[in-house]
């Protein structure tokens, strides 16, 4: 068990829709980072929240978006969805710089989303 | 800029025999280096890191690595393949300071044969 959690595990919707995903961080971890994997794409990084502050952004669509919460969860929306965002969402946390974080992360199992 | 390079998308060994997963990086600091393992249907967990000293690492499940810089490699090895071993092996660098920012390798997947 990381300590990370993400929920829903799965999630069936349909073309068009708009969906949440929710990552709870590690104890004491402030930074959470998103990836999404498919199996045409590999792992790809979406986002880098800090904190509650926004501090990179990788391959995310406009169509996405994602925020941290003071309580240091996160959310990932995913709206106007299409066949091809059917993937596995995961989000991961890592420890403060400062504290001897070396940028090992630490992986949720995962939100299966599949669009119909 | 970083990146990693893994070679080989899929590898297929003999149960028993040696197992070498290759990945080559490129960074323009000192890196941190690492080996994660993925089952199927589950996140994604930490094999083993390089950060530094020592430039031979050991890992879990009988893995270790070699950090050569001159090569700009960190390939992974086992030396008997185990069914249990089945998985996908993504290689990852890390800039060494600040707020860290991670590029993953593309995994590769291995196959044990028994």
């Known amino acids: 068990d990381s300590g990370v959690t993400q929920t829903p595990k799965h999630l069936i919707t349909a073309t068009g829709q708009r969906v949440t995903l929710r990552c709870s961080p590690r104890s004491g971890d402030l930074s959470v980072y998103w990836y999404q994997q498919s199996l045409d794409q590999g792992l790809q990084f979406l986002i880098h929240?800090?904190?509650?502050?926004?501090?990179a952004k990788g391959n995310i669509l406009e169509r996405f978006s994602a925020q941290q919460f003071p309580d240091l969860h996160s959310e990932l929306n995913l709206s106007s969805l299409e066949l091809g965002d059917s993937a596995l969402y995961f989000c991961?946390?890592?420890?403060?710089?400062?504290?001897?974080?070396?940028?090992?992360?630490?992986f949720g199992e995962g939100s299966r989303l599949t669009v119909l | 800029a970083q990146s990693v390079t893994q070679l080989g998308s899929h590898v297929s060994v003999s149960e028993g025999a040696l197992v070498l997963l290759r990945c080559n990086y490129s960074?323009?600091?000192?890196?941190?280096l690492f080996w994660y393992v993925q089952y199927p249907n589950q996140g994604l967990q930490l094999l083993l890191k390089y950060t530094t000293g020592a430039t031979l690492v050991k890992g879990i499940n009988g893995f270790e690595a070699e950090f050569k810089k001159s090569e700009t490699s960190f390939h992974l090895t086992k030396p008997s393949a185990h069914m249990s071993d089945a998985a996908e092996y993504f290689c990852?660098?890390?800039?060494?300071?600040?707020?860290?920012?991670?590029?993953f390798g593309t995994g590769t997947k291995l196959q044990v044969i028994p």
């Open positions: 960074s323009s600091v000192p890196p941190y």
């Open positions: 991961a946390s890592s420890p403060s710089p400062g504290t001897g974080n070396t940028g090992e992360l630490f």
């Open positions: 990852a660098v890390s800039n060494s300071g600040g707020y860290q920012k991670v590029t």
């Open positions: 929240y800090y904190n509650g502050e926004e501090r």
